[in-house]
Structures are given as structure tokens and as C-alpha cells.
């Protein structure tokens, strides 16, 4: 699975940006999707995570109610909708694809492919 995220850029705090994420490739036909996030200076830590149908969904507890995903599969693209942007919301962001349908988890080591990640930089 080969995965391009999109959409990052300069956003002002309270702003809104939509990152894309669009898989191809074999094997997987039925990913779920995570994004995480490597702030400067800071680990990668997860954002979120949309199953292959798109009903069940997960997000860290410092985009909740902020950030929302959804997804196209006829288009392979998941979006984040990324909205009420913080100054602590500066990152590069990456989506990886999971081999389940069904894994909405938080742990980086359980996605099987990553995108190359897309900077998002919000200005105070």
C-alpha cells in the first residue's frame, strides 16, 4: 500500500485545514486508516484512527471535538478535518494504513504502512 497525505500548510490559530490521505497499491483492499502527528522536538503520537466502513472512529483526547475524520473509499482517501486549530497543533502529520477493517487503535507499531507525512503549522 503506497499512502499520500495532503493538505498540510500556514493556517492562523482558530483556523481549519483538511489533510487527505489516499492509498493504492496491494495488499491491503480494506485498510483502516490512523494519523498521528511528530510535533518539534516530541515523539509521534497518535490524532486518530477511522475503520474500513468509517462508523467506528477514535481520536486522542487533545483533538476531540476539533478534529474529524471520514472517508471515501471509492476515492481511497480519508480526510482529517482539522478545525479550531491551536499553535500546539504544529506538526507533520502522517497517515499509515492497518491490514483490519476494523482497528481504530492508538499504537504506531500496529499500522503496517505510513504515508511520507504532510507539515501543518498553525500561527499564533
Known amino acids: 500500500v503506497q499512502l499520500q497525505a495532503s493538505g498540510g500548510g500556514l493556517v492562523q490559530a482558530g483556523g481549519s485545514l483538511r489533510l487527505s490521505c489516499t492509498a493504492s497499491?496491494?495488499?491491503?483492499?480494506?485498510?483502516?486508516i490512523g494519523w498521528f502527528r511528530q510535533r518539534p522536538g516530541k515523539e509521534r503520537e497518535f490524532v486518530g484512527a477511522i475503520n474500513w466502513s468509517g462508523d467506528s472512529r477514535n481520536y486522542a483526547d487533545s483533538v476531540k471535538g476539533r478534529f474529524a475524520l471520514s472517508r471515501d473509499n471509492a476515492k481511497n482517501t480519508v480526510f482529517l478535518q482539522m478545525n479550531s486549530l491551536k499553535p500546539e497543533d504544529t506538526a507533520v502529520y502522517y497517515c499509515?494504513?492497518?491490514?483490519?477493517?476494523?482497528?481504530?487503535?492508538?499504537?504506531?507499531?500496529?499500522?503496517?504502512?505510513w504515508g511520507q507525512g504532510t507539515l501543518v503549522t498553525v500561527s499564533s
Open positions: 497499491g496491494r495488499p491491503f483492499s480494506t485498510p483502516s
Open positions: 499509515a494504513a492497518h491490514s483490519s477493517a476494523y482497528y481504530v487503535g492508538s499504537g504506531a507499531r500496529a499500522y503496517d504502512y
